[in-house]
């Protein structure tokens, strides 16, 4: 099995607690149940805002200081709103899924596999 | 065709199903690709004594298992894989071979096999350049020079591109499957398309200044006789190939004794290659039986070269039928090039007053120096001869290679010497 983390892009801004987001929410979580039901999904989240972002670097490596930024790392034309892990058995079966979800049709989903870190 | 040449056919001809073998049972692409490699390299060394086995995909197989274990020996980082390659027991020696060449495969797990690896090639997850990179070199068992010469790349940048195709097969866990039967016509229209490419690319290079790559033709010919023969029952794949077949045996008249391009209307008939013909019609006869009444897009196309490839001279073409299927193909994908080559058909059979009409009724091919040369070519008919000029201009200022342009030039000077 291989875990996929499914970052969600729109092309702006999500308001989850909201109009027109809040109208969605019920299908967002019924995506959800169907996918942990079937063991696929491994959680995930919705997430605020960019303009809610804390962008952190301790400069001078390890123990440097802890410089902040306010807002996202990088400016781009579409934001990330949310993310979710899939654990499945191939890039089909995660793809099969990820097209479910509805930041599908209302944005671009891109799924990445999980690297592992060895101990 | 010496012994080292009957070799290297054998060895492009068994390379893609040892590979396919190998891909399956080890399920890395990349060592697969490295052990047949070195079996290869074995192989060269050894037949050249030995002569060239019965059994010679027994043998590199037998060969080339032996050699993925000691590669995947060699990285005993790797435990995960290792243990996945004992699942299909370990190497043979030398002297059980032919013991070994009894637990070969039977033909219809091969088959399958083979398909798993086009698919996974021509995967929709990878980009098409990285498709065609895959196909050439693990389908066609084209080397990474000569694939990167066909796409005018630097050979590192296609070996970067086919390690990072492999790499996302195996890190992304890109299956080694067949597609079910619902994904098929999808998929399986990503795998001709990634053929068509290749041919495409071949019969008008996008750069230099051939007329056309024979090589890279030969090419993609072979990747659609495997295409048609692993899967006889889809018309498609059988159109392709008769396409394929059709187009190419026109290749050696499109250019003159120095070298020139010769266009259709021009060339010398009796130089275009009769078996060719014979075996794409053949093809194409067979896809039609298998498809039901509904042609596809290569159908179409196979049908067109075919239309071109049995009449005795550009007049005495059958146009009306040239622009009955253009007229198909058109309603199947709206394409400005398809309008175009219907235009000319239109010529052929109305007139140049319908043929410039037609024309001048497609949007989009503005810059497309192959619509203003249509143009001039209805404006000379007409006698409109200083506008046809200009079209042979802008034509020529819009042409993207040497080829087009010298074809251009000569067109322009008929012109002006008619201008007086």
């Given at each position: 099995m291989t875990l996929y983390v499914a970052l969600c892009y729109y092309d702006r801004d999500q308001?989850?607690?909201?109009?027109p987001e809040t109208e969605l929410s019920a299908e967002y979580t019924e995506f959800a149940r169907r996918a942990t039901e079937a063991g696929v999904m491994r959680g995930g989240e919705a997430l605020h805002p960019v303009t809610m972002s804390t962008t952190i670097t301790v400069s001078g490596?390890?123990?440097?200081d802890v410089l902040l930024v306010d807002g996202p790392y990088a400016e781009a034309?579409?934001?990330?709103?949310g993310y979710f892990l899939l654990e499945a058995a191939d890039l089909d079966e995660a793809i099969a899924w990820a097209a479910q979800n509805p930041a599908a049709w209302r944005g671009k989903i891109e799924l990445r596999p999980i690297a592992p870190i060895h101990a | 065709m010496d012994a080292t040449d009957t070799l290297v056919e054998v060895l492009k001809g068994e390379g893609p199903r040892v590979l396919a073998t190998l891909a399956r049972t080890i399920g890395d692409l990349a060592v697969a690709e490295d052990a047949l490699s070195e079996a290869t390299i074995t192989a060269l060394h050894a037949w050249p004594r030995?002569?060239?086995?019965?059994?010679p995909r027994a043998w590199l197989t037998v060969v080339a298992r032996r050699k993925a274990l000691d590669l995947l020996r060699r990285e005993s980082a790797r435990a995960a894989k290792e243990t996945a390659a004992f699942r299909w027991g370990t190497g043979a020696a030398p002297d059980q071979i032919d013991e070994a060449i009894e637990a070969i495969e039977p033909e219809s797990s091969l088959r399958d096999d083979m398909l798993r690896l086009i698919f996974t090639c021509c995967?929709?997850?990878?980009g098409r350049e990285a498709q065609v990179a895959l196909s050439l070199r693990t389908?066609?068992?084209?080397e990474v020079p000569a694939i990167a010469r066909a796409f005018l790349v630097p050979e590192a940048t296609m070996a970067k591109r086919l390690v990072r195709a492999r790499s996302k097969i195996a890190t992304a866990r890109i299956p080694y499957a067949i597609p079910s039967d619902t994904e098929l016509p999808g998929r399986l229209a990503a795998v001709l398309a990634v053929v068509y490419l290749v041919a495409t690319e071949a019969h008008?290079?996008?750069?230099?200044?051939?007329?056309?790559?024979v090589d890279l033709e030969a090419e993609a010919i072979r990747l659609a006789r495997l295409l048609a023969g692993l899967m006889p029952g889809e018309p498609e794949a059988l159109s392709l190939l008769a396409l394929l077949l059709l187009t190419s045996a026109r290749t050696c008249a499109r250019?003159?004794?120095?070298g020139n391009p010769v266009t259709l209307a021009d060339?010398?008939?009796?130089?275009?290659?009769r078996a060719a013909i014979t075996e794409g019609s053949a093809w194409l006869s067979q896809a039609v039986a298998r498809s039901g009444g509904v042609a596809g897009p290569y159908q179409i196309q196979a049908h067109l070269a075919a239309a071109h490839s049995t009449a005795p001279s550009w007049p005495v073409t059958d146009w009306d039928r040239i622009v009955g299927l253009y007229d198909l193909l058109g309603s199947i994908t709206a394409n400005p090039v398809v309008a175009l080559n219907r235009a000319v058909a239109v010529t052929e059979r109305d007139g140049p007053e319908a043929g410039l009409a037609a024309l001048k009724a497609?949007?989009?091919?503005?810059?497309s120096h192959l619509w203003h040369a249509a143009l001039a070519d209805n404006l000379r008919r007409l006698g409109r001869t200083s506008e046809a000029a200009g079209e042979l201009h802008a034509a020529l200022t819009l042409a993207p290679g040497e080829v087009e342009r010298r074809l251009l030039q000569g067109r322009l000077r008929t012109v002006r010497s008619e201008l007086g």
């Open positions: 308001y989850w607690d909201s109009p490596g390890k123990g440097g034309k579409e934001v990330l709103g | 030995t002569g060239i086995p019965d059994n995967h929709p997850a990878l389908l066609a068992r084209l008008a290079p996008t750069g230099g200044d051939a007329v056309a790559r250019t003159d004794v120095d060339q010398d008939r009796t130089r275009w290659n497609i949007v989009g091919l503005e810059y």
